[in-house]
């Protein structure tokens, strides 16, 4: 009914800059909370960074002023700006909805994750 498409990821030197986008589509009716997760090599996924429909955004501690969360709502698309990573940003990143469907189901919705890989 809802899918979540990512792209952006791929190879970048520390220090260097990536762009994530994941776009929303399917029997959506509204949004609420759009965010980004990732999961690193034996490690759990955790929360990097979420924006509510109204804007209002949180990050992880280990992010903060170097990442920065963004939606369109009007595409239903939400971008996670990512610049100076580190090689400890290295995983995949998952795009996560809140989604209310055209027939007022409450669905959480993942991505299929995209591989975002920092190193020299």
């Known amino acids: 009914q809802v899918q979540l498409v990512e792209s952006g990821g791929g190879l970048v030197q520390p220090g260097g800059s990536l762009r994530l986008s994941c776009a929303a589509s399917g029997s959506i009716f509204s949004i609420e909370s759009m965010g980004w997760y990732r999961q690193a090599p034996g490690k759990q996924r955790e929360l990097v960074a979420a924006i509510t429909s109204g804007s209002s955004a949180n990050y992880a501690d280990s992010v903060k002023g170097r990442f920065t969360i963004s939606r369109d709502n009007a595409k239903n698309t939400v971008y996670l700006q990512m610049n100076s990573l580190k090689p400890e940003d290295t995983a995949v990143y998952y795009c996560?909805?809140?989604?209310?469907?055209?027939?007022?189901?409450?669905?959480?919705?993942w991505g299929q994750g995209t591989l975002v890989t920092v190193s020299s």
């Open positions: 996560n909805a809140d989604v209310t469907t055209l027939s007022y189901r409450y669905l959480e919705v």
